[in-house]
């Protein structure tokens, strides 16, 4: 894989403010309290290496389904191990910010330059 880009993704499972919601029970079958190691397999920042493809974050900052903190810990992960990343936090929007004209064109530039240059 050349590159990611994750608009507010979940990148940590294991979480307490994500792991919950009956939404993951419905996905993996299996609530955290029984499977916690399910969780922690299914989150992308347990496969992080140095060999991981440059990424770009998008989150907003006031998301009440994936907290920014999940991207900002992604990032830190991602720096630690040098890998290419850029993090842009959306300040004062919610999840799917995307859907709006303003942050539409906003996130369209961001995406525009980083595939620019790492495809």
């Known amino acids: 894989m050349k590159a990611i880009v994750a608009f507010y993704g979940w990148s940590d499972l294991t979480d307490p403010r994500v792991r ?16 916690p190691e399910l969780y922690k397999e299914a989150s992308p920042i347990t496969h992080v290496s140095k060999q991981s493809s440059p990424t770009l974050l998008l989150n907003g900052t006031i998301d009440q389904i994936v907290p920014f903190e999940q991207s ?8 630690a191990n040098n890998v ?3 993090y842009v936090p959306f300040e004062g929007q919610f999840h799917a910010f995307d859907y709006f004209q303003d942050t539409t ?8 330059k980083f595939l620019a240059e790492y495809l």
Request: overall charge negative; cysteine-free; proline content about 6%.
């Open 20 to 35: 919950d919601p009956y939404w993951n029970e419905a996905f993996f079958g299996k609530k955290y309290a029984d499977a």
């Open 72 to 79: 900002e810990g992604l990032a830190n992960k991602l720096g």
């Open 84 to 86: 290419p990343y850029i």
């Open 105 to 112: 064109e906003r996130s369209l530039y961001f995406i525009e």
